[in-house]
Every structure is written in structure tokens, then in C-alpha cells.
């Protein structure tokens, strides 16, 4: 939702099975803009978010990443089903434009992110690709712990042209599914 001075807020909304009732409608945002790109519901009913933001006051509970690495940042943030909680959110990105575009959750909570980074800094762990592959931008994908604590793995994943993550799925084993 765009307001006054043409900055953006993601926003999250629970609509009843129905369709007749709005359970939950929030803003989550800073000053900057801010995009929810994608969304998945873990099996206790909380919404898992990602998306960018360009906010260096973004609402942060329990950050992986406490400090905005600039130029915009994917962000990933979980919502009690009730929508009166933030049970975690936290900035993931490195020194240039990062951007989460997907989202899927296992049948234990952990979330795995797809989207692209343009940083040659991206926080990696475990990586299956180490090095940034090229051209402006390379995919990323991330698994990051049902409570939000701990990043399992971070990789990039492209080669010297233009490589973006647009969507993800996950499999009963926990295999990662990709697509851009």
C-alpha cells in the first residue's frame, strides 16, 4: 500500500475460508519502501512473508540480520496466525539490491526463500555456489529455522549472465524446488 511521498508498506491480510470476513489486515514497514513479494502458512496457521525493503528502520524481531546492508534488502518475517504477533522478521541482503520473490515452508516451519541479489557480499552459509557467478545479478536461495534464529544455508545460485529466483516449493524431504 503507497501513501504520501510515493514510499510503499508490504502488507499481510487473513481472509476467512468463506470469504466473508476479514480476519487480519496489517502493514509491516519502515520508512523506506517496502514490497511483499511472497507469502506461505506453516501448519500452525502463521504466515511466513518475504520480500525487499528499502528501510533502514524496517520492524525487526529476533533478526538473523540486524542491520540494513543497503541499496535494498530481502526481508523475511513470520506472523502469528492471529496476526497480533511478529514472531520474527529480519533483514537478509549484502551491500547492493537484494530481493525476495518466493517463499515455502516445511511441515517443521523452516522457511526457504528464493530471489535475487546483485551483492557480492550476500550472507552465505553452506553454500552449494560460493562465489557470486556474474552479470548484474545472480539467483540466491535460503533455508532459514522455523523459529528464525539460525540461517541453515544461504547459496547463490547463477552463472555470468542474468539469473533471478522467482518462485520455490519445498517436498516432504526438504528438498528445494526452484524456478526463474
Request: charge should be negative; aromatic fraction near 12%; charged fraction near 10%.
Amino acid at each position: 500500500s503507497c501513501g504520501g511521498g510515493g514510499y510503499c508498506d508490504a502488507f499481510i491480510a487473513k481472509i476467512s475460508a468463506s470469504g466473508t470476513e476479514l480476519i487480519y489486515s496489517t502493514y509491516l514497514g519502515g520508512s523506506g519502501g517496502d514490497w511483499a513479494n511472497g507469502i506461505a502458512v506453516d501448519s500452525q496457521g502463521n504466515a511466513c512473508v518475504a520480500g525487499v525493503t528499502k528501510s533502514f528502520n524496517f520492524p525487526l524481531k529476533n533478526p538473523l540480520q540486524a542491520s540494513y546492508g543497503g541499496g535494498g534488502d530481502a526481508f523475511i518475517a513470520k506472523i502469528s496466525a492471529s496476526g497480533t504477533e511478529l514472531i520474527y522478521s529480519t533483514y537478509l541482503g549484502g551491500s547492493s539490491e537484494d530481493w525476495a520473490n518466493g517463499i515455502a515452508v516445511d511441515s517443521q516451519g523452516n522457511a526457504y526463500v528464493a530471489g535475487y541479489t546483485c551483492s557480492p557480499d550476500f550472507p552465505l552459509k553452506n553454500p552449494l555456489q560460493a562465489n557470486f557467478g556474474g552479470g548484474y545479478y545472480d539467483a540466491f536461495i535460503a533455508k532459514i529455522s522455523a523459529s528464525g534464529t539460525e540461517l541453515i544455508y544461504s547459496t547463490y545460485l547463477g552463472g555470468p549472465g542474468l539469473d533471478r529466483a522467482n518462485g520455490i516449493a519445498v517436498d516432504s524431504q526438504g528438498n528445494a524446488y526452484v524456478a526463474g
